[in-house]
C-alpha cells in the first residue's frame, strides 16, 4: 500500500498500459508476450480509471486475461491453412501445367501425350488422397467423440490391414512378421473404421520406408489392463531430434522422398488423433539407418 505501482509490478507492458490510461482517462487495452519452453504466455492487458462525480481521479483498474491458448489455437490455425493450401497448390499446379500444354500443343508425340496423362493421373491420386486426408483429420479433431464405437476384434482389425499390405509387401520383397502374445482376438471398444485407418497407415508407413528385403514386425501384446500394439520395420530411422515432431500435420522426415511416395504428411497425425480418441497413447522409439518401432496402448474393453 501507498507505494508506486512499478515498484510492485515490474512488468513494462501493464505500468505502460497504466500511464497512458492515467493520462488520456480512457480505457487501455495492450498485450503482453513472454516465451516459454511450451507454448508461450499471452496476456491481454485491460486498464480502466476510477474517477468521482467531479472527475476526480481515484484510482484505477487492470484486469489481465491469458490468452495463450487462444493464441496457439490461432497459430496453429493459421500454419494449417498455410500449409494445406501449399499441399493442394502442388498436384493442382502440375496437372494444370501438363493439360494446359497437351490443349496448346497439337501435334505432342502420342509416347510423350501417354506420359504426360499418366502423370496427371498420379498427381489427381496425390490430390484425392490429400483431401480425404483432410477431411478425416478435420473431422476427428472437429469431435473426438465422433464414431461408432463397440466392442471389437483388435486382432480381426489388424488381420484385415495385414491381407491388404501383402502384396505391396510382396513386391518390395519385404519381410512380414507377426508377434502375438495370444491366438485369442483381444477386445477393445473402438471404431472399426477409425482403427482400420489408425493400422492401415502405421503399415503403409512401414511399407514406403523400409528398402526392399527389409523387415516389418507386428505386435500385439495383451497388457493388464491394456493392449499394445507396435509396428516395427527396418527402414530408414527418424533421428532423435524430429521424433518430437513426427505426430504434427505435414510434418515430414525426408519431404522429398514423402511427396515422391504420395505421402500426404498427415497419416501419423491421423494416427495420432484416433488413438487419443480411443483413450490410447501413441508413442515412436527410432534411430537413423536402423529403423522404426511406432507403439500404441489401448485400453480393453
Not at 21 to 34: C, D, I, N, P, Y
Not at 233 to 259: C, H, L, P, W
Amino acid at each position: 500500500l501507498n507505494q508506486v505501482i512499478w515498484e510492485q509490478v515490474r512488468i513494462k507492458e501493464i505500468n505502460s498500459a497504466l500511464e497512458q490510461a492515467l493520462e488520456t482517462r480512457t480505457v487501455v487495452e495492450s498485450q503482453m508476450r513472454r516465451p516459454t519452453e511450451g507454448e508461450d504466455l499471452v496476456v491481454n492487458i485491460y486498464v480502466a480509471v476510477l474517477s468521482d462525480s467531479q472527475q476526480k481521479l481515484n484510482g484505477a483498474v487492470i484486469v489481465l486475461n491469458d490468452i495463450s491458448k487462444l493464441a496457439l489455437l490461432g497459430r496453429v490455425r493459421r500454419y494449417f491453412v498455410a500449409n494445406a493450401s501449399h499441399e493442394l497448390k502442388t498436384p493442382i499446379t502440375a496437372i494444370k501445367g501438363l493439360a494446359e500444354t497437351i490443349i496448346d500443343d497439337k501435334s505432342i508425340p502420342i509416347d510423350t501425350l501417354r506420359n504426360f496423362i499418366h502423370k496427371i493421373s498420379i498427381q489427381s491420386n496425390r490430390l484425392a488422397t490429400l483431401i480425404t486426408d483432410l477431411l478425416s483429420l478435420s473431422r476427428l479433431e472437429s469431435d473426438p467423440q465422433t464414431g461408432n464405437f463397440q466392442v471389437v476384434n483388435f486382432t480381426e482389425v489388424i488381420e484385415r490391414s495385414i491381407e491388404g499390405a501383402l502384396v505391396n509387401c510382396v513386391d518390395k520383397h519385404l519381410n512380414l512378421l507377426r508377434k502375438y502374445s495370444t491366438t485369442e482376438g483381444l477386445l477393445i471398444k473402438g471404431d472399426v473404421q477409425a482403427l482400420s485407418q489408425l493400422v492401415d497407415n502405421l503399415m503403409d508407413n512401414a511399407i514406403k520406408y523400409t528398402s526392399p528385403h527389409g523387415t516389418i514386425t507386428v505386435s500385439l501384446i495383451s497388457e493388464k489392463e491394456s493392449v499394445r500394439f507396435q509396428i516395427s520395420d527396418t527402414g530408414i530411422g527418424i533421428s532423435q531430434a524430429e521424433q518430437n515432431r513426427v505426430f504434427e500435420r505435414f510434418y515430414r522426415v525426408d519431404k522429398a522422398r514423402s511427396r515422391e511416395l504420395g505421402g500426404t504428411g498427415l497419416g501419423l497425425a491421423i494416427v495420432k488423433n484416433i488413438a487419443q480418441q480411443h483413450g490410447g497413447s501413441v508413442a515412436v522409439q527410432s534411430q537413423l539407418g536402423l529403423g522404426s518401432i511406432f507403439t500404441i496402448h489401448f485400453p480393453l474393453a
